[in-house]
Structures are given as structure tokens and as C-alpha cells.
């Protein structure tokens, strides 16, 4: 396993400890979770990922990047005529 050293402020280490305290989990825990909840995953395993989904999927590839599109400013928040508008 890899070890990572980061700077963080005092206010934010102290935050991250006591939310791992909460959680009866260490501080490498909290942060692996945390990383899993917001979907960060290699290259590798990302492409996996799509690619088993492709094989379930009855969308062609069209409707499946429309849907993915969607799904995408959904879950950001973003109106979807916005983020057109923004990249010309």
C-alpha cells in the first residue's frame, strides 16, 4: 500500500480527525471512502467499469453518451443549456 503526505491547515486536519473519530475509522479510511464516494478510481478500472456497462446496455452509443451527458449535469447540478453556452 502507498503511503501520501499532504499539507492541510490546522483547522481542516483537526476537522478530518475528529470526522474520523465519529466514524470509528482512521484517518486513511475516511479519506478511501471518501475517494470511493466520489467515484475516484484509476484509468484502468474506470475503463472496466464502462466497459461491462457497455455490455449490459441495449443504447446504441449515441443515446448512451446522451444519457451519460444528462446523468452528468444532474448529479453536478448544472443546467444543461449552461454548460453548452460556456464552451463554444
Not at 483537526?14 to 486513511?28: N, V, Y
Not at 449490459?56 to 443549456?81: K, Y
Amino acid at each position: 500500500m502507498a503511503r501520501l503526505t499532504i499539507t492541510l491547515s490546522d483547522e481542516r486536519h483537526q476537522a478530518l480527525k475528529e470526522a474520523a473519530a465519529r466514524r470509528g475509522k482512521t484517518l486513511g479510511e475516511l479519506i478511501d471512502d471518501s475517494l470511493a464516494f466520489f467515484g475516484i478510481k484509476t484509468e484502468a478500472a474506470a475503463a472496466d467499469l464502462v466497459a461491462r456497462a457497455r455490455a449490459r446496455s441495449s443504447l446504441d452509443p449515441d443515446a448512451a453518451e446522451h444519457l451519460a451527458v444528462a446523468e452528468t449535469h444532474a448529479a453536478r447540478r448544472v443546467p444543461q443549456g449552461a454548460a453548452a453556452a460556456s464552451h463554444p
